[in-house]
């Protein structure tokens, strides 16, 4: 997905959170309510377009000669990873009868028909719709009603329903978010275990994110999910149970998901009636932290436990369950699996009982990476955390090594209180395992893909197809610039050259310097960049020569760029701000109200779109630098701050310590240079603004409840 495509997918996230949300406050209703019923809108608005795109590649076929035609039966349809959904249950039949009184009941209907037709579904699906305000039900059906969504791929309907479990995780519903792992940390523990056949198990699977995103690993391979895995996944939560169910039939996936407590049971068996323990291919799972309730006697001779308990309180409950889950995670696994899993921080380093349960995976020679995280990266807890990685078909060379990799420097600020990977970052920390790995092509291939969408991006500044509607970046906003300084011209020819205005007045002539030079300027240097890059080879040497001798200087000319149109625009309104408060005053004076406020935001608006698509150019010349500039010659090495290769007998050392910042030391901090101010208090402004509705909206129930308890 580019990078434009993604964008305009966020603001349709946003929006539609925004509208799904103010319908849950004028609701009354709490988060948890809301939780299920939303998302079942969410998945029967994409079960329709994925029967739709279905339908009309069957009768395609059947027109073609590819295919008989004869009545359509479910299997037609499960081949294209869709429903065959009842007419009932179209979402097209809804919006029919959504102003209906009975509206509620029509969606109850729907979900018990599509129930009845595909069993992995059985009583999973949300039926609390009679129970809800009629209107409220007609907003929400209508919101996902727009002519985009109704075109919209499997691709972008899994990230909306992806997007909004996240936001309900934020808000604190569903135990408190716990049923959803951040994205980031899913990606990187696919990215590193790569589950691509075979069995894939998930014990802690909570709303089934790891399934999701071993899928979209597989698909990207341009392989067929259902044809080269088979889920399995435990939950001990009905309501999540019942998320995973949804969010797998939203992405065309299914799985063999069980209620259980995975501490005391283990309910699946594979097809052959062998258990699922020992003859998993991949394991992966963000189990709950620090758990001290498990009983004792009920695990202490469990065959799944190879590395015993890590100890035993007064009150006959294991110490901390975090050691039951490293100990299950390497026994599920074939002798070549491999496993990744979320844990707390905590427990790669503490001491007595739990170091001896440490020590004994890593005397097997299985543990293979481990990875530290930086808090704030969970959407309802601060905490650190790490990533542990297993092999247990390592090759002998790697065997006696453990490699630490501390990613706590690497992040991108989602909200104030909220850390993600940008998808570029995930790609950097993964490529430094793949050195480790010796898989040094894979490690150039991203070198040199990084340097090639930084061209992409840079061609784009001058016309971007992909934007909606396309746009030509520069141009716009040097037509609007010059669409401005025209018509204000005028009317700061009237202003006086001297007063107290005067040293304003000539700041702001000065620092509003024609930026139409530097933007030909950096035409020219483009053209020259897109010529050198079809003469650069892929291999490192020559990712590293073009950079060297053509991208760097080129991203300084951007940045410098960047830089001029902000304070050109910035210099410009407040001459036009100083224009309007002199002029106001002059009761002979026309000033062209209307004309003045469009020019103004459509300059405005032209240069976020221009300096977000120079900012760009930026973005992807800093990622391939932050490889070269780490691995110069595309072989793996020890990078203080980043990581180190240990061996067991440095590990034994520590007493065992599997953390990664105790052995690859500090690193030097980094500066951002590319600081946008307009964007920076846009955001500050609008956060305010957030928090000011919060504020009021919190009044108004205060004084509600108030009122309430005085009567």
Sequence with gaps: MSSTALAELNKIEASLWEAADQLRANSKLTSTEYCMPVLGVIFLRHASNRYDDALAAIQADQEAGRSPKRKLVAADFKRRRALMLPPQAHYRHLMDVASSPNIGKALVGAMHAIEADFEPLLNQLPKEYDQFDARLLEDLLRAFDTAALRRASGDVFGRIYEYFLMKFAMQGAQDNGEFFTPPSLVQMIVNLIEPDHGVVADLACGSGGMFVQSSHFIEHEGLDTMKRVTFYGQEKTPSTIRLAKMNLAVHGLEGDIRAANTFYEDEHRLPDSKPLWGHCDFMMANPPFNVDMVDATRVKDDRRLPFGLPGV?????????????????????????????????????????????RRKPVQTGAVDVMVAIRPNFFYTRTVPCELWFYDRGKPAERRDTVLMLDARQVFRKVTRKIYDFSPEQLADLTAVVWLYRGQHERFEALVAQHLGHAVQVAQACWRDEEAAPACEPLEDFARAWQALRTLMRPYVALLPADGEHSAVLADCTAASTDPLAPIESLRQATDELVA??????????????????????????????????????????RLLDLAEKQLAAQADAAWPTREIGRARKALEAARGVAVEHLKWVRHFQRHAAWLIERFPEARYRDVQGLCKAVTRAEIEAAD?????????????????????????????????????????????????????IAA
């Design 313 to 357: 309180n007064k009150a006959g409950k294991v110490g901390n369950a975090n050691y039951l889950w490293i100990s299950y995670f390497h026994s599920y696994l074939s002798p070549t699996g491999r496993a990744g899993f979320v844990m707390s921080s905590q427990a790669s380093s503490a001491g007595h009982g739990e170091a001896e349960v």
């Design 532 to 573: 050198q890059h079809a003469k650069a080879a892929p291999s490192i040497a020559g990712s590293t020569t073009f950079h060297r001798d053509s991208l760097l200087s080129f991203a300084d000319q951007v940045r410098a760029l960047s830089i001029q149109l902000d304070h050109a625009t910035r210099a410009t309104l």
């Design 656 to 708: 065992w310590s599997l953390t990664p910042g105790r052995y690859v030391g500090v690193a030097a901090v980094v500066e951002e240079e590319d600081f946008d101010f307009i964007e920076a208090m846009r955001s500050i402004r609008s956060e305010l603004a957030a928090l000011d509705n919060d504020a009021t909206r919190l009044a108004v129930a205060i004084q509600s409840k108030l009122m309430e």
